[in-house]
C-alpha cells in the first residue's frame, strides 16, 4: 500500500480493495474517532507496513455490525452488509481487468444492474441462476429484453432452464429486499435499444449506512437533492475513460451539500491503466482544487501489496487486499 498527499487530500492505492466500515452507534456515519491504524493483535501499521494479515480476517465487530465493500475490477463491486447480504453490482467478472470467474463468486443475494449496455449487465444471470439471487434491473430489460415479448409482465424471467428473480424498476422506484433498501434514480447515459432507462443506486443496509452507486452518469444537479435527501455515507462514482476527473469531483462535492455523512469515495468504471489525465490520482487533484475533505480510496490490484491494511482516522474505513 502507498500513500501520498496531493494537496490537501489523502489518496490511497491498495490492492482489491476490501472496505470494512464499522459502526459505533446510531448516527455516527462510520467515524471511528481518532483512534490510530491498528494492526494484528493492536499493533499500530505506519505505511508500507507489510505485517498486516488478510484484512478479510481482521475486520471488527460492533453493536452495528459491519459493511465491507470489495472493488472486482470495472464496475464490479462486492457489498457485504451487516446482517450478512451479499450484493454485487455491474456484475461482468469477464471484463479485461477481471481476474476472477464465476466459481470465485459462491454467493449473492441481490444483483444491481444499473443500464443494458454490456458491461453493466455483465455476467448478472449467471450469477443468479447460480446463487438464487434477486436482480434489480430497469423494467425494459427485464420484462422486454429478458423475456419473451408475449410472456406478460408477470412470467418469470428464464435463463438456461432456471427461473430467475428480478425485481423491475424505474428511477423514482425503491425496492426493500432481505432488510436492504434500494432506490433507483437517474443517470445520463444512452442506452440505445438495451432496456433503459439508465439508473444509479442509493443503497440503504440493515443498520442505516449509505452507498450511492452512480452508475454510469454525468454530474446532474439533481445529485445536490440526492444528498440532502439520501445522505449518503459512501459514494462509488462513475470515471470512465472520456470522464473529466473535474466533473466527478463535482459529483462528490454537489452530494456532500447538506450532508455531512459523506466521508467515503471511490472511483468505478477506470481500467487498471488509465488514460492519462483521467486516473484517481487526477480525481484527487481535481478534489483537492474544489476543497473536499473526503477519503478517496484508489483501488490498484496488485499480487504485490497482499496482505496489507490501514484504518482511516479520518473516515473509519478500513481497507486492504483480497486474494
Request: proline share 7%; with cysteine.
Amino acid at each position: 500500500m502507498s500513500l501520498f498527499l496531493v494537496g490537501n487530500r489523502r489518496i490511497t492505492t491498495f490492492g482489491l480493495i476490501l472496505v470494512s466500515i464499522l459502526f459505533l452507534g446510531i448516527g455516527c456515519a462510520g467515524a471511528m474517532g481518532p483512534a490510530g491504524p491498528a494492526g494484528p493483535a493492536g499493533q499500530s501499521l505506519t505505511a508500507g507496513d507489510t505485517s498486516a494479515s488478510d484484512p478479510s480476517t481482521q475486520s471488527g465487530q460492533s453493536s452495528q455490525g459491519e459493511v465491507k465493500i470489495e472493488w472486482l475490477s470495472w464496475s464490479f463491486f462486492r457489498i457485504t452488509t451487516p446482517g450478512g447480504k451479499v450484493i454485487l453490482t455491474n456484475p461482468w467478472y469477464t471484463n479485461p481487468d477481471s481476474s476472477i470467474g464465476l466459481n470465485d463468486i459462491p454467493e449473492a443475494d441481490i444483483i444491481l444492474v444499473p443500464a443494458g449496455h454490456p458491461d453493466e449487465v455483465g455476467n448478472a444471470r449467471e450469477i443468479a441462476a447460480k446463487t438464487g439471487a434477486t436482480i434489480v434491473a430497469s423494467h425494459g430489460l427485464v420484462n422486454l429484453v429478458w423475456k419473451d415479448p408475449d410472456a406478460g409482465f408477470g412470467a418469470p424471467v428464464i435463463f438456461d432452464g432456471v427461473t430467475i428473480q428480478s425485481e423491475s424498476v424505474q428511477p423514482g422506484t425503491t425496492v426493500t429486499i432481505d432488510g436492504v433498501t434500494i432506490r433507483a434514480v437517474t443517470a445520463l447515459h444512452g442506452n440505445w435499444n438495451t432496456g433503459g432507462p439508465a439508473m444509479g443506486f442509493f443503497i440503504t443496509l440493515e443498520n442505516g449506512y449509505t452507498i450511492y452507486h452512480s452508475g454510469s452518469t454525468d454530474f446532474t444537479l439533481d445529485m445536490k437533492l440526492w444528498g440532502e435527501l439520501f445522505k449518503p455515507n459512501a459514494a462509488i462514482l462513475y470515471l470512465a475513460s472520456g470522464q473529466n476527473p473535474r466533473d466527478v469531483a463535482i459529483m462528490a462535492q454537489m452530494l456532500s451539500e447538506n450532508n455531512p455523512n459523506l466521508k467515503t469515495i471511490m472511483p468505478q468504471h477506470h481500467r487498471l491503466n488509465p488514460p492519462e489525465r483521467r486516473s484517481p490520482a487526477d480525481l484527487g487533484k481535481a478534489m483537492a482544487e474544489l476543497s473536499l475533505d473526503m477519503e478517496l480510496l484508489d483501488p490498484r490490484p496488485s499480487a504485490q501489496q497482499r496482505q496489507r491494511r490501514r484504518l482511516s482516522k479520518k473516515s473509519g474505513v478500513t481497507y486492504g487486499v483480497v486474494s
